[in-house]
């Protein structure tokens, strides 16, 4: 009995010691790790927040792999690292033999793209399997990939539901899964998964992607503590929540108007900025804006506070019906898309 006392007390004081080091860290903003020459595999590449990611990996010379079901959009994020990687190309110098100096070319890294469905295992393995063979062992994989169905639950096809569910989450286990066992054999590596705040409360008419974020949110923790129970601590895990962020992806969706200045959508390059931040610290979790972090008290307060008091936070903000408007303009442009091909 004695020593379960002694261990609870030990537990306390790592718990506040926790406490402490989080708090010096904003105090104090630890340095940035250096990712030059790592490996770095980012899915949905093609644009939105992947594209975004990519160029700020390749500002920080890392050899980007791209994946994106889009091979033209995933050719034009290609086209812009390789910008990026020519105007950071400028040669150093060092001592030459006989007292001289030489330029030296720099270490230049490359970018690769592949066509992959994170949607299809069988597509996530095969490409896995050829990064390996041509790139090398990755370092860095970058869970992205995204969709939105855009369809009140009554109204969406099954089809489109399972593609959510699919891209959105079950990918992440296979993503992990051919990348996973090499950075366990080194000891080394970084997983990030790419959620939202979605993943952290729900709202109505969005079930299969709440749904999809939440499972995503689950299998990043449930990994994180498989990592920190097998004592792999040169593998870390960084989870990303934004709120909503400016891709078009949620155009249309709206909270209480009289909120709105204060939870406008995010602009991309400054959720990235953040994440990047937050990835190159090792941070294991960013919400974005930090505001988003007071979900977490909300979901204890969920445990607690009747369903109907929740209802009502819920409507005073206006989140109850926020995605409304998004459904509704992806309705009438899918039926003015009918109407042009005489469905």
Request: glycine share 6%; net charge neutral; proline share 5%.
């Amino acid at each position: 009995m004695m020593i379960i006392i002694a261990e609870f007390f030990v537990v306390i004081l790592k718990v506040l010691w926790a406490f402490v080091t989080a708090g010096a860290k904003w105090v104090v903003r630890p340095k940035e790790k250096s990712v030059a020459g790592q490996v770095c595999v980012i899915t949905g590449a093609g644009s939105g927040l992947g594209r975004l990611f990519a160029k700020e990996f390749a500002r920080r010379r890392a050899i980007l792999v791209l994946w994106d079901i889009n091979s033209q959009s995933n050719e034009e994020t290609a086209e812009m690292v390789r910008q990026i990687y020519h105007e950071l190309d400028t040669p150093i110098t060092k001592d030459g033999p006989v007292g001289g100096v030489e330029e030296v070319p720099p270490f230049q890294p490359q970018v690769y793209t592949y066509v992959c469905d994170v949607g299809k295992r069988e597509s996530v393995y095969s490409t896995a399997e050829k990064v390996r063979r041509e790139v090398g062992e990755v370092d860095i994989l970058i869970n992205n990939a995204g969709v939105v169905s855009g369809h009140h639950l009554l109204e969406c096809p099954d089809e489109l539901i399972e593609r959510t569910m699919v891209v959105n989450c079950h990918a992440h286990f296979w993503t992990t899964k051919a990348f996973l066992p090499k950075m366990l054999e080194l000891n080394h590596g970084h997983i990030v998964t790419v959620a939202s705040s979605l993943g952290l409360f729900s709202t109505a008419g969005v079930e299969d992607y709440c749904a999809s974020k939440f499972g995503a949110i689950g299998f990043h923790e449930s990994l994180s503590h498989e990592l920190k129970a097998s004592e792999k601590d040169g593998i870390n895990m960084t989870l990303v929540c934004p709120y909503l962020v400016d891709t078009g992806m949620f155009k249309g969706c709206r909270i209480r108007k009289e909120i709105e200045p204060f939870l406008p959508p995010l602009k991309p390059e400054f959720c990235v900025k953040q994440a990047m931040r937050a990835i190159l610290t090792d941070q294991p979790m960013i919400c974005t804006p930090r505001i988003v972090y007071m979900v977490n008290f909300i979901n204890f307060m969920k445990s607690i506070l009747p369903f109907e008091a929740i209802v009502c936070m819920y409507r005073f903000l206006g989140a109850d019906k926020c995605m409304y408007p998004f459904l509704a303009q992806r309705k009438e442009a899918m039926n003015n898309n009918e109407a042009k091909n005489g469905i």
